[in-house]
């Protein structure tokens, strides 16, 4: 199924790199050719009904009083999808902390795709992917803040962190779209042991991307004792990846959720875009 339709979440502060990253949010979207859907939230005061607006209740921007930061993130928003030429649309809301996470998770559920601006080892945004993934039911593009500046929109080299499980195969099958317009897609696996099983499920992989008219490669790289992350991310910057497409690992303790070494380093600081599902 195509990307028609991508939901972009506005929250924190508008520094210089989150408002690159919005610009480069945009130009994805607008290159995928989908329309592109911006939710600005912020916490309202003490005392304050919440407010907030639903899914289709508003096609453009109007300003609260007093939204400072709010504001300049859509006004942010808005100039680029109009430079950019883009459908888009954009609601605002002054809700209370407790619950930005569970809204921006529910207006995921209404996109295709959601384009997530990324700030490094940021414990709020941490939180906010962490709800996405396990509650919007949608893969994420996480937009690394930090390389706002240098990413590309169009994403001719991609590669796709195969670890041969579920969580992997459900993010190929989301990122579909994305692999057919690449130019180059490379599965890599990351192990000190190519057994012949590994080895199987890689090519298996490149096969069934075939049918799909994706000619990727399978290749194998060594993990030499550092965090599969730190390799992936390491691989991904020597090889002039554009985007990464893995699965997100986590288990639920007490209610507790606890990240997998991979996700958290990726999550942290990605090295460039990254799709993820899970």
């Known amino acids: 199924?195509?990307?028609?339709?991508?939901?972009?979440p506005l929250v924190g502060q508008p520094r210089?790199?989150?408002?690159?990253?919005?610009?480069?949010?945009?130009?994805?979207?607008?290159?995928l050719g989908a329309r592109i859907t911006a939710l600005a939230l912020e916490e309202e005061d003490a005392f304050e009904r919440p407010k907030v607006m639903l899914p289709y209740d508003r096609n453009s921007v109007q300003a609260s009083p007093g939204a400072g930061d709010m504001q300049q993130l859509l006004?942010?928003?808005t100039n680029?999808?109009?430079?950019?030429?883009?459908?888009?649309q954009s609601r605002s809301g002054?809700?209370?902390?407790?619950?930005?996470?569970?809204?921006?998770?529910?207006?995921?559920?209404?996109?295709?795709?959601?384009?997530?601006?990324?700030?490094?080892?940021?414990?709020?945004?941490?939180g906010i992917v962490e709800a996405f993934l396990f509650e919007s039911g949608r893969p994420l593009l996480l937009c690394?803040?930090?390389?706002?500046?240098?990413?590309?929109?169009?994403?001719?080299?991609?590669?796709?962190?195969?670890?041969?499980?579920?969580?992997?195969a459900?993010?190929?099958?989301?990122?579909?779209?994305?692999?057919?317009?690449?130019?180059?897609?490379?599965?890599?696996?990351?192990?000190d042991d190519k057994t012949d099983a590994i080895m199987r499920s890689g090519t298996a992989l490149v096969d069934h991307l075939r049918e799909h008219g994706v000619y990727a490669s399978f290749e194998t790289t060594k993990g030499g004792g550092s965090s599969?992350?730190?390799?992936?991310?390491?691989?991904?910057?020597?090889?002039?990846?554009?985007?990464?497409?893995?699965?997100?690992?986590?288990?639920?303790?007490?209610?507790?959720?606890?990240?997998?070494?991979v996700t958290k380093t990726v999550i942290g600081q990605p090295p460039c875009w990254v799709m993820i599902s899970h």
């Open 144 to 168: 690394p803040e930090h390389l706002a500046d240098e990413l590309r929109p169009e994403f001719e080299n991609v590669m796709i962190a195969w670890d041969h499980s579920a969580r992997a």
């Open 228 to 261: 599969i992350g730190k390799v992936l991310g390491s691989w991904a910057n020597s090889h002039g990846i554009d985007a990464i497409v893995m699965g997100a690992y986590h288990h639920s303790r007490l209610n507790e959720i606890v990240w997998g070494g």
């Open 80 to 88: 680029a999808a109009s430079r950019a030429n883009i459908r888009a």
């Open 1 to 8: 199924m195509p990307i028609k339709d991508v939901f972009l």
């Open 170 to 191: 459900r993010a190929v099958g989301d990122a579909l779209p994305i692999l057919r317009a690449a130019s180059s897609v490379r599965v890599v696996t990351v192990t």
């Open 94 to 126: 002054r809700v209370p902390a407790d619950q930005i996470r569970a809204i921006l998770a529910e207006h995921a559920r209404f996109g295709d795709l959601t384009l997530v601006p990324v700030r490094p080892h940021d414990s709020r945004t941490e």
């Open 75 to 77: 006004n942010a928003f």
């Open 16 to 31: 210089g790199p989150a408002l690159v990253a919005i610009e480069k949010c945009v130009a994805v979207a607008a290159d």
